[in-house]
């Protein structure tokens, strides 16, 4: 799969979300990690997986979006890493009350890199309702401290660096 990852700011909450737009297929994904808000712009399929298209023959795209309820975001002892959206505002209890379960009985999770967030409508912020959030990453921190002069020069076109 041929995809582009992005890092756009969150709407919602204005942390730094995951955007993927896969450039085979045009299918785009934006999911937030922390508010949960993000869309999915993709290729409708019917029940056996085939693409659905309509009179014309033309692809049909359909366009589902989150507005960012809240996240649960679940880490395990192999690295996995479980990010559920929360639902609307009138099923979150529920929700909540079946993720905390997991995280308390589930003797793989890794509670305290655990944590469930909740939007407040009436003060339009982010709760954190469980853990702790992540300190901010700050931009492309990552490349400075890359040293590119490290990497061989080489002439096979083959290669490489990274």
């Not at 990852?5 to 969150?10: A, F, K, N």
């Not at 299918?27 to 997986?49: L, M, P, S």
């Not at 693409?51 to 975001?73: E, L, R």
Request: aromatic share 14%; charged share 35%; with cysteine.
């Amino acid at each position: 799969m041929a995809s582009v990852i992005d890092y756009p700011i969150c709407e919602r909450c204005g942390r730094e979300c995951i955007n993927e737009f896969n450039c085979r297929t045009f299918e785009e994904f934006q999911t937030c990690q922390v508010c949960g808000a993000g869309f999915a712009y993709t290729i409708k399929r019917d029940e056996d997986g085939k693409i659905v298209k309509d009179k014309a023959g033309n692809v049909v795209w359909q366009h589902k979006k989150n507005a960012g309820n809240g996240v649960a975001y679940i880490v395990f002892d192999d690295g996995v890493i479980f990010v559920d959206a929360a639902p609307g505002k009138d099923e979150y209890d529920k929700w909540f009350k079946h993720i905390m379960k997991e995280i308390d009985t589930n003797k793989h999770v890794v509670r305290e890199e655990c944590y469930v967030t909740k939007w407040d409508y009436e003060k339009e912020e982010l709760i954190v309702v469980y853990g702790k959030l992540p300190e901010e990453y700050d931009d492309c921190s990552c490349f400075d401290e890359l040293n590119f002069e490290d990497f061989e020069e080489t002439n096979d076109d083959e290669y490489i660096p990274f």
